[in-house]
Antibody, heavy 121, light 110 residues
Framework: EVQLVESGGGLVQPGRSLRLSCAAS????????MHWVRQAPGKGLEWVSS????????AYADSVKGRFTISRDNAKNSLYLQMNSLRAEDTAFYFC??????????????WGQGTLVTVSS | QSALTQPASVSGSPGQSITISCTGT?????????VSWYQQHPGKAPKLMIY???YRPSGISNRFSGSKSGNTASLTISGLQAEDEADYYC??????????FGGGTKLTVL
């Protein structure tokens, strides 16, 4: 069974940075696009960013563009999200999710359990 | 990037059928067959129920079906069961190569 394990969440002050990681296993990581999706406590899902299989295509939600950077290391089967200039409204559970396709156009068939990021002074 | 529009809540009795709508624009739902539906139980990660408008992943009951007409996609659950009670989200690929989610619909099985 596909496994996605997020790490790196925690409590951070506004304006500071945090780097999330997602360790993937039990599938051929370098054949699929990957996504970050977040969910504020008690709220709905919000897509954050996606990256194609070879990092050739990257997209961001307007709410994080210019502050967050998605990347992947196919040799390490890992996905990352560098989050800078964090704001209180970035507080959420952050999920790593696998796309069904190499390009980030299809559905997310596997999800991690999420890591909580809390932005507060 | 406004969220896709879903009803906040729907309800039905066991055995009945319900339909959840998801309305977007010609730049997302209406322009691509990349509409997906997710089920989320409290405290759990989302689970893919329908992809590319009408397809069910392996292991998903055929009680779940998807469709699309114009800028509105729909998820229908037939033969409602207690375990279907959850939050449901639609999502769509968009013309700017981003993804939009709906606001979510809380399904209550009476």
């Amino acid at each position: 069974e596909v496994q996605l394990v997020e790490s790196g969440g925690g409590l951070v002050q506004p304006g500071r940075s945090l780097r999330l990681s997602c360790a993937a296993s039990r599938f051929t990581f370098d054949k699929y696009a990957m996504h970050w999706v977040r969910q504020a406590p008690g709220k709905g899902l919000e897509w954050v960013s996606s990256i194609s299989w070879n990092s050739g295509s990257i997209a961001y939600a307007d709410s994080v563009k210019g502050r967050f950077t998605i990347s992947r290391d196919n040799a390490k089967n890992s996905l990352y999200l560098q989050m800078n200039s964090l704001r209180a409204e970035d507080t959420a559970f952050y999920f790593c999710a696998k796309d069904m396709a190499a390009a980030a156009t299809s559905a997310n068939d596997y999800w991690g359990q999420g890591t909580l990021v809390t932005v507060s002074s | 990037q406004s969220a896709l529009t879903q009803p906040a809540s729907v309800s039905g009795s066991p055995g009945q059928s319900i339909t959840i709508s998801c309305t977007g624009t010609s730049s997302d739902v209406g322009g691509y067959n990349y509409v997906s539906w997710y089920q989320q139980h409290p405290g759990k990660a989302p689970k893919l129920m329908i992809y590319e408008v009408t397809y069910r992943p392996s292991g998903i009951s055929n009680r779940f079906s998807g469709s699309k007409s114009g800028n509105t996609a729909s998820l229908t659950i037939s033969g409602l069961q207690a375990e279907d009670e959850a939050d449901y989200y639609c999502s769509s690929y968009t013309s700017t190569s981003t993804v939009l989610f709906g606001g979510g619909t809380k399904l209550t099985v009476l």
